[in-house]
């Protein structure tokens, strides 16, 4: 055997040695739609942070807030979704409307009239984002709702 002949030879043992090693390749799977993950995935926490204040048209503006779900405890499993007031108060009706008789938490009031509404104070806002926090979290945290098609709808439109 020349040389030449045993590098090639080496050069092929040395691949056939590579792909005995080498990991399986990952296989993904979609599991969205299986019982398995609907039965056991939950919300385990939800955080209304930071806002954001928007001009709308005609020179008005409005306030949209950020909201962070996490799920199965796990901050790597979280989303964030950005919602207006009149957005979380459409949830709340939808709430009342699908679980007739439950207890529902009220909204932080609307405020129409209030100077510190209309200037957004820092004080207004920090109230609001308190009021929210905690309608949110009894509301999505609550394991008689956590997989209801309202909660889903709400968290993904």
Known sequence: ?????????TH???????????????????ETNSEHFNSSSHITDVLVGD???????GGSSYVVWSIRIIVDES??????????????????????KHY??????????KDN?????????????ENRRKGLQWFMTNVLLNPKHQHSPVITDFILK
């Open 51 to 57: 806002y954001h204040v928007i001009q709308g048209e």
């Open 113 to 125: 009239f209030s100077l510190q509404r209309l200037l957004m104070s820092d004080y207004w806002l």
């Open 1 to 9: 055997m020349t040389a030449s002949n045993r590098k090639g030879s």
């Open 100 to 109: 007739p008789g439950s207890e529902i938490p009220q909204l932080p009031p």
């Open 12 to 30: 092929r043992n040395s691949v056939t040695q590579l792909n005995k090693i080498l990991p399986v390749p990952i296989q993904l799977e979609d």
């Open 75 to 96: 901050v790597y499993s979280s989303m964030v979704i950005y919602k207006r007031y009149s957005d979380i108060q459409r949830f709340r009706e939808t709430l009342i």
